[in-house]
């Protein structure tokens, strides 16, 4: 299943796309990436670009379902509280660093809790049922002059503030952990809510995320960057919306041909698309 | 001809994610005859089964290496890794003492996070030996310790097979390399164990770290989950003392 999602805001376009893994193919499993992108227009416009990476193994059996809980959720209660909070810029600057990830781990467990419930899935004996679900999650949001970025557990992201300089803005643990990720699922997941917020960047800065399952296809950082550096330069020739259509075939090359993991990557874009009008939704089975 | 037609298509360095397995093989005096010719060709016979155990995971490109220790450590087949298609197990011959704190010291300087890929899967350790470490007891502890510190170290799948009868071999310093206590010491004292053992920890070690899915952390002791060991490997009716070490 490719999914891909993008459109355009005040300030310039934005994508989404998830594409299954090679090796969920071959075992016959779903895809367990999610994204999904929302927007408010008017005098208090935002963005948000929100992508998950379920965990996958065994006892994660339903978190294909746990990450797509993930995505809708972060953007409903991100613009929800956009529309408390925006008349105080410094209050949502707070909410988003200090709150909107108890919100976030709130809201998803209760509709886990829901959609557990009314499935009759129970939890494995010593275990919670959110286990089952259990997921990462990574949010980057454009609002009132901000870029904001949040992330519970692994995936990358990236914050360019001219379309040439790349930043990481969360380092990495010095741990290695290939292995094991935060998750939603964990008791104290509102305390792994990692944040950063950038001023607006301008025209030709972008903010890009992605699952793992992207990243891990590369051999290292350098190349990583490289390739998001890249995309940024094909995507600043050919525009989003162009390249975005793109994004499934390439993601099922890069998974076929590196990590085998399901890919999900996202893009706000600044300065770009201005022939680009509304929001476009595609949905295609592969 | 629409937009996305004309947009080239974005390669760039795609590469699988590689798990580096270590032999880390005695060929000390004492492993002389059946058990050092054992260890060659149960070595061997292991390589096209650790091939299609991982061929569920296309994804996982395994490198491998050895190190062969007895007066010292040294290169058996490395340093540089060698891909599991190509890898192929020379014969080792027996002679010497046992310099295990080296082979672990040697192992240590090819697991630091310079020269491993960050991105890889946990390495796969596998040590073999019949005896006890003729290094100082000391630079075996500091050999461990060290070990014990760094990342991929703790993060690898680590095992130890015990050649031979219990006494032959330091059972508590073989156990101290190892990574997952519920799994302990492989005792092998018979041809065949040692043949089952060597195919059931170089195969299960590296299925087990191919599974890269993301996992919670804190809710596991070993980031890696080990099958059990096969059970005790029943001898022929007719076993004579050919059949043990």
New interface residues.
């Given amino acids: 299943m490719s999914h891909v999602e993008r459109g355009t805001f005040t300030k310039g376009v934005y994508a989404a796309a998830s594409e299954i893994g090679?090796?969920h193919i071959?075992?016959g499993m779903p895809c367990q990436d999610a994204c999904k992108t929302g927007e408010g227009r008017g005098w208090f416009p935002y963005t948000i670009v929100a992508v998950a990476?379920g965990?996958?193994?065994q006892?994660?059996d339903l978190s294909d379902i746990g990450a797509a809980t993930a995505v809708e959720v972060a953007v409903r209660e991100l613009s929800n509280s956009w529309h408390h909070y925006k008349l105080y810029r410094k209050s949502f600057h707070d909410f988003f660093c200090y709150d909107a990830g108890r919100r976030i781990v709130r809201a998803w467990r209760q509709a886990i809790t829901h959609c557990a419930e009314t499935a009759g899935v129970t939890a494995r004996p010593g275990r919670s049922v959110y286990?089952r679900y259990?997921t990462?999650v990574q949010v980057a949001m454009w609002a009132n002059g901000y870029v904001l970025m949040a992330k519970v557990?692994?995936g990358e992201m990236r914050f360019s503030s001219d379309g040439i300089s790349l930043q990481n803005p969360f380092v990495?643990p010095?741990?290695?952990?290939?292995?094991?990720?935060?998750?939603l699922?964990?008791k104290d997941a509102s305390r792994v809510w990692q944040t950063a917020v950038y001023p607006e960047p301008a025209p030709g800065g972008y903010v890009f995320v992605s699952t793992?399952g992207l990243?891990?296809?590369?051999?290292?950082?350098q190349?990583y960057n490289?390739?998001v550096q890249?995309?940024y330069n094909?995507v600043e020739t050919?525009?989003l919306?162009?390249?975005s259509?793109?994004w499934p075939?390439?993601f099922s090359?890069?998974?076929h041909?590196?990590?085998?993991?399901d890919i999900t990557a996202g893009m706000i874009c600044f300065g770009l698309g201005e022939d680009e009008r509304g929001k476009q939704h595609d949905s295609a089975r592969t | 001809m629409?937009?996305?037609d004309?947009?080239?298509?974005?390669?760039?360095?795609?590469?699988?994610?590689t798990l580096q397995f270590f032999w880390l093989a005695d060929c000390s005096g004492s492993m002389k005859g059946k058990k050092i010719s054992t260890l060659n060709q149960a070595v061997r016979e292991a390589l096209p089964e650790i091939k299609e155990a991982v061929s569920?995971?296309?994804?996982?490109q395994i490198e491998m290496r050895a190190i062969a220790f007895s007066n010292e450590a040294a290169w058996h087949v490395g340093p540089e890794p060698v891909a599991l298609e190509d890898f192929v197990w020379p014969d080792l011959e027996a002679g010497g003492i046992t310099g295990t704190a080296q082979a672990i010291e040697l192992l240590s300087e090819e697991l630091s996070?310079d020269k491993m890929?960050?991105?890889?899967?946990?390495p796969v350790c596998i040590l073999l030996s019949d005896g006890y470490c003729t290094d100082d007891e000391s630079r075996f502890e500091s050999a461990i310790q060290t070990l014990n510190e760094m990342?991929?170290g703790?993060?690898a799948v680590r095992l130890a097979i015990g050649i031979g009868q219990e006494h032959q071999y330091n059972e508590q310093e073989l156990l101290k390399f190892v990574s997952h206590e519920e799994i302990g010491v492989l005792k092998a004292d018979s041809p065949e164990k040692l043949t089952s053992y060597i195919q059931w920890a170089s195969v299960a070690a590296s299925v087990g770290a191919s599974?890269?899915?993301?996992?919670?952390?804190?809710?596991?002791e070993h980031?890696?989950a080990l099958p059990p060991p096969p059970s005790e490997v029943t001898l022929v009716e007719d076993a004579d003392e050919d059949d043990v070490f």
Avoid: C
Wanted: aromatic share 6%; proline share 5%; no cysteine.
């Fill in positions: 090679a090796s071959a075992q990476d965990h996958g193994d006892r994660h286990e259990g990462t557990g692994d990495a010095s741990d290695l952990d290939s292995q094991t990720t935060h998750s699922a964990m793992d990243s891990n296809s590369f051999p290292t950082d190349d490289a390739y890249q995309l094909v050919h525009g919306e162009a390249v259509r793109s075939s390439w090359s890069y998974t041909a590196g990590s085998g993991d | 629409t937009s996305s004309l947009v080239p298509v974005l390669e760039g360095n795609i590469a699988k994610r569920a995971h296309p994804e996982v996070v890929n960050r991105r890889g899967y946990p990342p991929w703790r993060k599974v890269g899915k993301s996992r919670m952390s804190k809710d596991d980031n890696v």
